[in-house]
């Protein structure tokens, strides 16, 4: 028995060093441009879809996402935040997004991949070592009215995508900031994006 336990301390340390020296030789390949291994890929797919699932548990949809004004302001920050990374009908990913690892998803299906909650939590808190941010300095309803756009955007035609920025524009939901817009928390005053819109 006690051999045992001592063969399985023994192998332990073997494992721990092991992957110490692996760590610290350089070997891994941290590039962008190299693909992960496939035991890679699962752990993270798997700590990020489990992860996911039980912090947006608890958090509850607002009524109403399905009304029109609500999708118009979620147009207006999608277009201006997300779609460069993500694309939109008609609208090609932008050259950042192209040396991502991983490549950031076209979004015709979140809405189906993922819950209502589960989208907000995603957008408010982003995904860590992916390249999709945080939008934290964004507030709760104009993060509830990007999902609800989200949840509109399951096969959208261009010309459809096309009008509802049109309309958002002309019904003043556009997203601007009036201060420098790089958009990172830190950066700008915690407060900025709490203007209330939309102006109805
Ligand atoms: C700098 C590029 C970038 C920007 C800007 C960006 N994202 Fe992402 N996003 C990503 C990447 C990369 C992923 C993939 C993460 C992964 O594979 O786990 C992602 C993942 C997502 C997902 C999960 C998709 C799925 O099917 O699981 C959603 C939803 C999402 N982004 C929404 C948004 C929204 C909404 C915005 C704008 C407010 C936005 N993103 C802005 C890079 C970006």
Redesign the pocket.
Known sequence: MRTAIASILVAGLVVILGGLAFLYSGIYDVSATAPHWPVTRWVLETA?TRSIKAHSASIEAPPGLDDGAKILIGVA??AA??A???GAPGVPKGD??TG?N????D?AH?SI??TAPE?FW??KHG?KM????A?RDHSDDELWA?VAF?QKLPGMSEEDYGKLVMASMTQGTSHHHSDSDQGRPGQTAPERHQHPEPED
């Not at 991983?102 to 998803?105: C, D, N, S, T, V």
């Open positions: 990020r920050h999608f935040h997300c460069v990374c993500h950042i997004s991502l991983p490549q950031p998803p979004l979140a991949r993922h989208l995603i957008l995904i992916t390249g999709m941010p939008w990007t989200l």
